[in-house]
């Protein structure tokens, strides 16, 4: 249930502010989670967000392919 993940994405993120790597994690599926649920002005917002990390982390260039592909569907 994407409305639950949505929610434990969120304890997750609050919980994680000291741990850059962990809150991308938390931040990037919780965009997945809004995408399924069709909430794609949030989804991007995060999106966005994790796409300008300057060491360009896994979750960084995975938020780029998804920022792209939410082009198409919008």
């Known amino acids: 249930d994407y409305e639950r993940a949505t929610s434990r994405f969120q304890e997750l993120i609050k919980k994680s502010s000291r741990n850059p790597a962990n809150l991308q994690k938390y931040q990037y599926w919780m965009a997945v989670s809004?995408?399924?649920l069709g909430k794609y002005?949030?989804?991007q917002s995060l999106l966005a967000r994790i796409s300008q990390d300057p060491l360009r982390s896994y979750y960084a260039v995975a938020a780029d392919s998804r920022l792209s592909e939410l082009?198409?569907?919008k």
């Open 34 to 36: 809004q995408i399924k």
């Open 41 to 43: 002005n949030r989804a």
């Open 71 to 73: 082009k198409n569907i």
